[in-house]
């Protein structure tokens, strides 16, 4: 791992640390939502990409983040595919973290982009989501994750 990736993933994991404390303050997940947007806004300005290209095509969810730009689209987007990684018995990611993997916000973004082998360029977007998944826990997410994957989002 680079110089530049470190710093990247140490900058993001600490947002993810002050947002989950928000969230945990807050009871609810708005804040992170709104630090997506922020970041979503940031990656574009950036590098001058649509960051819409970052989502799974075949997604409802991305598709409804081309529409309105919302954080909490973009984090239904990724939300299956993390799903796969952290609830599935032979997920990568969840392996990792049942083998105690410290749950310290740089920790938990290296993980995710090691896991699912993010571009240095997007990683500064997964803090918000690796805020969310701290702030309500791997069983948590997988149960809320299940409940959607039924049809009950």
Same mark, same amino acid.
């Given at each position: 791992?680079?110089? #530049?990736?470190?710093?990247?993933?140490?900058?993001?994991?600490?947002?993810? !640390? +002050?947002?989950?404390?928000?969230?945990? !303050?807050?009871?609810?997940?708005?804040?992170?939502?709104?630090? +997506?947007?922020?970041?979503?806004?940031?990656? !574009?300005?950036? #590098?001058?990409?649509?960051?819409?290209?970052?989502?799974?095509?075949?997604?409802?969810?991305?598709?409804?983040?081309?529409? /309105?730009? &919302?954080?909490?689209?973009?984090?239904?987007?990724?939300?299956?595919?993390?799903?796969? !990684?952290?609830?599935?018995? &032979?997920? /990568?990611?969840?392996?990792?973290?049942?083998?105690?993997?410290?749950?310290?916000?740089?920790?938990?973004?290296?993980?995710?982009?090691?896991?699912?082998?993010?571009?240095?360029?997007?990683?500064?977007?997964?803090?918000?989501?690796?805020?969310? +998944?701290? #702030?309500?826990?791997?069983?948590?997410?997988?149960?809320?994750?299940?409940?959607?994957? /039924?049809?009950?989002?």
């Amino acid at each position: 791992m680079t110089t #530049s990736m470190e710093a990247v993933i140490k900058a993001t994991g600490e947002e993810a !640390e +002050l947002l989950t404390a928000e969230i945990r !303050e807050d009871g609810d997940l708005a804040a992170a939502f709104r630090a +997506l947007e922020q970041r979503v806004v940031e990656f !574009e300005q950036s #590098s001058g990409k649509d960051a819409s290209a970052l989502l799974p095509a075949d997604d409802d969810a991305g598709l409804r983040f081309l529409r /309105n730009r &919302h954080g909490e689209d973009f984090w239904r987007a990724y939300r299956k595919r993390l799903q796969k !990684e952290l609830c599935s018995s &032979h997920g /990568n990611l969840r392996k990792m973290f049942r083998k105690g993997s410290s749950f310290a916000g740089p920790a938990v973004v290296t993980t995710i982009v090691t896991t699912l082998q993010l571009p240095v360029a997007i990683i500064p977007l997964f803090g918000p989501i690796v805020a969310i +998944l701290m #702030s309500i826990g791997l069983d948590a997410f997988c149960d809320a994750t299940a409940d959607t994957e /039924n049809g009950t989002d």
